[in-house]
C-alpha cells in the first residue's frame, strides 16, 4: 500500500505490506535503524517513536496507519544542520552518564521528549511514572532520571533567562 | 609551549565516548547490518517439552514464494559437528557430556527446542514459512524437575548418557566437618530453593554470517561477550579452520552472561549461510528470548549450620542441586565455584560440600550476572536465620564472624587467601549510615500503625580478580593481552578482546591509557570487535576491570618508553630525560623542547630511519592480575510490606561496596545500580515459570515481570578504596557484585518486616501472592 508520511521533517513515500509495523518500516525500509525493537509486544517501550506530538510505540502500530502523520525518531532529534549533534536532553543524559549498552536509549529519549514537552516542570515521582513504560535492564534507571531531571532543570533556567 | 598539564583522567566521572552515537540512534547493533543478498531465519520450534520427532515435513513452506530453504535438524546435522555445548569443551570439562545437535533431529528436549530453520526474503517471510512446516511429534514424559531427573526411572534425555545426571555427584570436605558439627552448641538445618530467572539484556541474541565460497571464509556478525569465542564456537560446529572464521561485533545490547560463544541457533545460521551461499539474519524476538535463549539459578540447597551459642558460624554442609535444563553447559559447572566462594569472608572451621546436576526438559541454564551468586544467598539467609534463634542483630552476628584482617592474611577453609577484604569496614560504615536503633524505634511505631517495615542486610566477596597465590605463576584470572599502537596520526590505539555490551571499556580503558602515555583521552581510541584484529579476550567474570585495566596500564608504559626511545633520535636526548605529557614530547626541565607526539608519529611513519632505529611504535603486553584482590561490601535495604496486597516497596537502599580504585566513578555506580535492579527483580518480580507439563508460562513481558523505574528505589552508594595490594593496578570488578548481594539483602529485609507474623523465608522468589501466603502460613509463636 502506497503512503505518504512526513519523517523527522521530510516527506516520505513507501509501499509496506498492510502488516508492515511502523518500527519495522522505519529500520527496514528508510533505514533509520535508531528506532530499536525490543519485545515487539509494546510492553518495553525501545521502538518509542513520536507520531503527531505522541509518544507511540511503533511495534504496535502499523506502517500504514501513521500515513499522513508527522512522525519523529531519535534521528530527527538533533539540532537544526547539526548532523548527529545533540539535542538539550540527549545532552544532559551524556552528562549524567544516563546509559549502558544503548539499545533501550532511544526509546527513553523519545518517550522522555514526547513527555518533558507536555510537562516541562515534572518532578522525579512524575517523571518515573511517565518512563515507568519503558525497560532498561542495565542501569537501575537513576541515572535515567537524572539526565531528564537535568534537562528539565537547565530548560526551566533558560525559560528564566529569557523572561 | 607555556603549560604542560598533568590531567589525570583516571578516578574521574569522565563522560563516555560511547554516548554520542548512542543518544543519536546511530549505535550499530547486529540488527542494524545489511548485507548485500542478506536472507533472514526464523526457527520451527517444538510446543512440547519432551518427545520424539516422528517427521518433518517442509513442503509447503518451500513453496511459499519468498521462502528460500527449510533445513531440517537431520539436514543440519548432516553439515555440522556434533557435541557438548561449545563452552564446556572450551573449559575441560570432564564430567557427562552430552552429544547433541544444532536443532533437535531424534527429539526435542524443551518447550521450544529448534526443529527447523525457515531461510527467506524477510522475517515475515521466514516467520509465515514457519507456519508451514508440520511436525508430527510422540509425546514422551517429561522430565520437569532436578527431584525426577535424579530419579533412575526417569527417560534420559540424551542417548549417550544413560541417565539425566549433568554433573555426577560430589563431596569435598574442608577443615573437621565432623567434628565441627558433633562439637558445636546446636546445629540448625533447613531447605533452601532459588527459582529459575534470567538474562533478559533488552537486545537479544543475534547474528548475521556471511559465508563467502571463493574465499572458503565465514564471516559472523554476531552479539558476543568475545569474538574469539563464537570464532572458536563457528569453527568447532561448522568443521572449519579458525582461520577461516572472523567475528565482528558492534554495539551490543547487554548481555548479563548470556551472549557467551555462540548458541545452536546462531551456530545453525551460520551454517545456513553455508549451505545457501547467501547471508543470512537471525534476530530472536522476545518470546524466544525469554522461551529459549536460557535461564539460570534455579538451584536448591539443603543446609546445615554449625552454630555456637554465641553466635559464631563454626561449620556448613551443604547439599547442592542445579537444574541444569536440556542441553546443560555452565550450570553443571556451577557448583565448583559455589563451593570456593560459599565461606565468603566468614571464618568458618570446617565445610562440606556436595552438588549434584540434573538434566530436565527446561531451556539450558546459562551464565547470568555472578552465576554463583546463590552462595552468597545461601551464606547470607543462614545467618540471619541464626541471628534470629538467637537473637542477635543482624550486622552483630556478621561482625562477629567476619574474619579479622590479619598479616598474613586470613585463608577461606576452602583456600583462598582474603587478602585485603574489607567485610568488617562496609558492615561497621552500612551500622552508622543506617542507624539501626534510630530504625528499630521507627519500625516500632509503624508496627503499632500496622505498617510493617523490614531491614536487612548482606554482605558478599567476589573474587575480581581475587587474590594472587604462590602457587599460581600466572595470576588469579590467567593472562590478559592487549596490543597498543602508536598510529600515523598520533592516536594510540588499544586492541583489546574485551567485548564491551555496557560496561563503557572504551572510555575506562583510553582513561587509563591516556594519564600513563601523557595524551589527551580523546587521543585514545579503543578498538573492539574483529577477530583479525584484537587479542583474544572475553568480556566476563568481571575480569575487565584489573585484567584490562591493568594491561592497558602496563601496556601505555611500554608503549610509551618505546616512543622515547624513537623520539630521543629525533630530539637527540636520552630517553631517560624524556616525558611526555598532554600530548607533548619534551626534556625535562626544558618545555620548550615539546614537539607533539602525532609528529613523532608522523615522523615514525616516514620511513627516514635506518635498520638500527625501531620506528615500528607498537607493543603487544600481557598482564597476568598482578597482586589481584577482593572486590565486596555491604548493602542494606529497608522495606515496606503491605500486609493487605503482599506489594513490598523497596524504600531506601544502601551499597558500601570495595571495588579498590575507582577508573570512573559514574561507570562504576552505574553497575552496581544495574545489578542491584535485577536482584530486586529477581526477588519481587521476576520468574522463568514452566508448568507440570514443561510448558513455559512466561514468554511475555505480560509474564515475565522486568522492574521498572517505579520499582527501583535511589540507590545510595558509597566506596571503600582502603587496601592497595599492587603497585600499578588496584582496580578491581564491579558487574557482578550487585545481582550477588541485592537478592539476600531484600529477602532479610522482608523476612525482618514480618518478624512479627514469625514468617521464616527460605526461598528467593517472593512476588506480593507468595508474600500473603507465607503471612498466612506463618506460626505467630515463632
Redesign the interface.
Known sequence: MDITLRINGATCTGSPEARTTLADFLRDDLNLTGTHVGCEHGVCGACTVIVDGRAVRSCLMLAVQAAGSEVTTVEGLAPDGEHGGLGPLQQAMWDSHSFQCGFCTPGFVMQATAFLGAHPDADEQQIREALSGNICRCTGYQSIIDGVLLAAQRNRALRNRER | MTAIAAERYTGA?I??S????????????V??I?LPGMLHAAFVRSPLAHARVLSVDVSAALALPGVVAVLTGAELEAMTVPGPDALMALMGWAGPTPQFTLLATDKVRFFGDPVAVVIAE?R?LAEDGCDLVEVEYDDLPPVVDAAFALDPGSPPLFANLGDNIARTHSRHEFGDVSATFTNADRVIDFHIDVHRHQN????GRGCVASYDAGLGVMTMHAATQSVHVTRIAVAMRLGMEQDKVRVLAG????S?GLKIGASREELAVAAASRAIGQPVKWVE??GENLTASGQAREESFDVRAAVSNDGDLLGLDVQMVVDTGAYPGMGAMVPDIMEAMLPGPYKLAAMGFESTGAITNKAPYVAYRGPWASETFVRERVLNLIAKDLGLDPVEIRLRNVAPRTDPPAVMVTGRPLAGVTSKESLERVAELMDFPAFRRRQAQARAQGRYLGIGVATFIEAAPGPRSPEGPSGPMGLESMRLRLEEDGIVALFTGQMP????HQTTLAQIAADEFGVPFEQVRVVVGDSDVVPFGLTGGSRSATMTGGVALHGARQLKAKVLDFAAHLMEASAQDLLITDGNVWVRGDPASAISVTEVAERAASGQFGADVDAELEVQATFDGGEGGWSGGTHCAIVDVDTETGIVKVERYVAVEDCGALINP??VE?QI??G???GIGAVLLERSAYGEDGSFQSA???DYL?P???D?P??EIEHLETVPLDADVNFRGVGEGGMIVAPPTIVNAIEDALSPFGVRIYEQHLPPARILELIAEADPGQ
Open positions: 566521572s563522560k563516555r560511547e554516548d554520542p552515537r548512542i543518544l543519536t540512534g546511530a549505535g550499530r547493533y540488527d542494524d545489511k524477510s515475515y533478559v539484556p533488552m537486545e554495539d551490543i545490547g547487554g548479563f524476538d522476545r555490551h555496557g560496561q563503557s559514574a561507570v552505574g545500580r544495574g542491584v535492579a535485577q511475555t513481558f505480560m522486568m521498572t523505574a517505579c527501583i535511589r540507590i
